[in-house]
């Protein structure tokens, strides 16, 4: 029985050939990776992790990223490294999006103080004028699938994950041991703090869907509250059951349910066994 995210990855190695995570994005993107592929994508970011920030037990990885299959192998690689992964809605400062600076609200940096910050909008972690320099460190994230670098403005001290994770190598490097009772998972859409101990446990009893077998699974997401820890959730249950994950974005997700036969054709395409 798998019970540990450690344990996670080498199942997920197994029949490394075999697709674990096919993305569904904005415009038509697709992106599929195998087992072998995720894996070797997590490895990479928990190298980076590890070397760059120190990540560790105690340490907190704090995302505003949106469900995204992205979001995923961060996720992994933080929980591979020990860290917590803390996560915040995009509008968590802002409010309805509107100028956070001429509200005068400080910067989530300053408010939450988490170690790292993984964002596809690094201006909103960096300090703003007249505040102190942040202790947190922004990890720039690319959404387009095809993305070798981060297209805006950099704060300063800034990493580009695009082109900094591929720079990382492919076999996993010194990780600190691992404290089972430390926090893994924490903020938006989870309500209680989750240990590493009870992560894998967390995951089947909010996923929302069953997968055993090998069974590949629809899943659907949401860009309301809590629609990143229910996609932590599910795609950690099927994968922990053997199985693998068809992740439709937000909108992609809204695009099918008003279209019944385009959802109905990417089921039959994709050979999805569970929704």
């Known amino acids: 029985m798998t019970s540990t995210i450690t344990e996670l990855l080498t199942l997920l190695s197994r029949d490394g050939g075999q697709p674990r995570l096919t993305w569904y994005g904005p415009d038509g993107e697709r992106i599929e990776l195998s087992g072998a592929v995720l ?22 990885v704090a995302t505003d990223l949106p469900p995204h299959w992205r979001t995923l192998v961060w996720a992994l690689a933080t929980w591979r490294a020990g860290a917590e992964l803390r996560l915040v809605e995009p509008d968590a400062a802002d409010g309805d999006g509107s100028d956070a600076v001429d509200a005068g609200v400080p910067s989530p940096a300053l408010t939450g103080a988490p170690d790292v910050a993984l964002t596809a909008d690094p201006a909103r ?40 994770v591929m720079t990382y190598g492919d076999q996993l490097g010194y990780v600190p041991p691992g404290d089972p009772g430390t926090t893994a998972l924490s903020g938006a859409g989870v309500p209680l703090e989750v240990d590493h101990a009870a992560l894998l446990g967390w995951a089947d009893e909010h996923a929302g869907v069953t997968a055993r077998d090998g069974a590949r699974v629809l899943l659907r997401t949401t860009a309301a509250p809590g629609g990143v820890a229910a996609l932590l959730a599910g795609a950690v249950s099927v994968w922990a059951g053997g199985g693998s994950v068809v992740v439709l974005a937000p909108a992609t997700t809204g695009a099918m349910e008003a279209d019944p036969e385009r959802l109905a054709r990417l089921v039959e395409t994709e050979r999805v066994s569970g929704a």
């Open 125 to 164: 972690w960096a300090p703003r004028p007249g505040e102190r320099r942040s202790r947190t460190a922004i990890v720039a994230v690319s959404l387009p699938a095809l993305a070798r670098r981060f297209d805006g403005e950099l704060p300063a001290g800034a990493v580009d994950a695009a082109s900094a």
């Open 39 to 60: 894996v070797n994508w997590v490895t990479k970011t928990t190298n980076l992790l590890v070397e760059e920030f120190d990540a560790e037990a105690g340490v907190v």
